[in-house]
């Protein structure tokens, strides 16, 4: 697919400079290696010296390699050593069609494209002309059912931050009954008192993750490091449920957990309103992808959509790293068949955009109450729309099902053959995850997988995760199995 693009780029006569640049960019650009090729320890010399480099300028301890990404390619990346990694992991579930995929070079090389991409405009002053062509293109083409309008965010955290704000004016214009706020609700606001800063409530679940940003901690409840000495509101946190595996052998117990999940959603619900902190919103995520991937199932998704009409409160799931297409279907929470849509779903990552789509009733009554300098940024929007066209024209969400349901198969083939360290395999698309007997283990095998080419990451305490591109396929899929049974006969000698 990347080489038919190619060549047809590189075929076409130079018409210009500009014409110049793409065919000598393109010209540069190599094929997906055959697989993946590792000729240095991990992490390399080279990174381990741009790293202490770096450490003199801020705290580097997080990085893993420096990355040469004039020559990572698809689904390859290329560490600052010349190691090649097949990458399963895709920057956390962000990279949508691999690296240096042609449709987008050939948009930011684009003449039409340069003052986009020259001026950073304030979107919510200053809009571009083709704003609104853009936005009904690359997102509302795409938007999840039954939402009609969208706001766009720069990154995930400030989605869900905004996201909420919007879901608290709903409510506090709901408890007003539609009347503009009075003159002690404006005063006492700017003392951070009530009736102006009401006491409300914000329901989220234990092993969530919803982003690092002040308000966003109190959603987040995956690792201490992430709270720890951050002042946090007194919010629910409620159980999300953990399913014994293989599901269709353990079908009654799963049910029985969706049921006292859910009931303990409503007992929270009617704690906090009788102590005078009613519950606005409730956020979740359909596949908790930082908290050790936890699926909920369509019974609790629709149980949860039906206790928040019933309680009046707003139902936000947060699809920042499930949008996007990766589980197989554009949106996790296709996969629930809800009787009502969400009120919001936030979303980030792979849509290149931060932003959240949401009911119309969820819109602000007046301006500048969602805003910020750039609400986003218009160059994400014209990668998002090449992206959303190559998803439609290759039929990447299919690809992804199909991808998926293959990788899971295998995943279960390995776990029935290393029982001693593998369990609960489980994913829907290539959003996959395995558990290890161990934390222990499941970090050994992290590294020994490094090494043996296959660039990943965990989740949870015990957890591999698996997060690829679109375009990924069984051909990468038999080479990911093939480097993991590897890396597992290598840990059990």
């Known amino acids: 697919m990347l080489g038919t693009f190619r060549r047809s780029i590189l075929q076409k006569p130079c018409k210009s400079y500009l014409d110049q640049c793409i065919r000598a960019y393109l010209s540069t650009q190599l094929q997906e290696p055959n697989e993946p090729r590792v000729v240095t320890t991990i992490p390399g010399p080279n990174s381990l010296r741009l790293k202490q480099e770096l450490d003199s300028i801020q705290l580097s301890s997080a990085i893993q390699l420096f990355v040469d990404y004039d020559k990572s390619v698809g689904n390859y990346l290329v560490d600052a050593d010349g190691n090649a990694f097949l990458d399963i992991y895709s920057q956390i579930s962000s990279i949508p069609l691999g690296y240096n995929h042609p449709a987008l070079v050939k948009a930011v090389t684009d003449p039409k494209n340069l003052a986009t991409f020259v001026n950073r405009p304030a979107l919510g002053i200053l809009p571009p002309k083709d704003f609104i062509e853009k936005l009904k293109s690359a997102l509302l083409s795409i938007a999840p059912k039954g939402l009609s309008e969208v706001q766009t965010m720069a990154c995930g955290s400030c989605s869900i931050e905004n996201a909420l704000k919007a879901a608290c004016f709903w409510y506090q214009n709901k408890t007003r009954k539609g009347e503009p706020p009075s003159a002690l609700d404006l005063e006492s606001s700017l003392s951070n008192q009530t ?48 399913y014994k595996y293989p599901l269709q052998e353990h079908r009654v117990e799963n049910d029985k957990i969706d049921d006292h999940c859910l009931q303990e959603v409503q007992s929270l619900i009617d704690e906090y309103n009788q102590k005078g902190v009613p519950v606005a919103a409730l956020v979740i995520e359909p596949i908790q992808g930082e908290g050790g991937d936890n699926h909920g199932s369509a019974k609790f998704f629709q149980g949860l959509r039906k206790l928040c009409t019933k309680n009046g409160v707003a139902f936000i799931i947060d699809e920042v790293q499930t949008g996007g297409g990766p589980t197989g279907k554009m949106w996790a929470h296709e996969h629930f068949n809800l009787d009502d849509s969400p009120d919001i779903v936030t979303f980030s990552k792979k849509l290149q955009i931060g932003g959240f789509f949401y009911k119309k009733p969820f819109r602000p009554d007046q301006p500048y109450r969602i805003f910020n300098t750039w609400l986003g940024d218009p160059t994400k929007l014209v990668l998002l ?86 375009t990924f396929n069984t051909t990468h899929v038999d080479l990911f199995l093939n480097r993991f049974q590897l890396s597992l006969k290598q840990m059990s000698n």
């Open 195 to 242: 009736p102006g800063a009401p006491k409300l409530s914000v329901m989220s679940f234990k092993g969530g993750f919803h982003g690092r940003t002040f308000g966003a901690l109190s959603c987040t409840h995956s690792k201490p490091i992430h709270k720890l000495d951050v002042p946090a509101f007194d919010w629910p946190i409620a159980t999300y449920p953990i």
């Open 385 to 470: 729309e090449q992206v959303v066209k190559e998803i439609k024209e290759q039929n990447l969400i299919d690809n992804i099902a199909k991808t998926g349901d293959y990788m899971l198969k295998g995943l279960v083939t390995l776990q029935q053959k290393y029982p001693n360290i593998l369990l609960n395999a489980r994913g829907k698309g290539t959003f996959c995850a395995i558990d290890f007997k161990t934390s222990e283990l499941r970090d050994q095998a992290i590294k020994v997988l490094h090494k043996n080419g296959v660039h990943c990451g965990g989740s949870g305490s015990a957890s591999l995760r698996v997060r690829t591109t679109l």
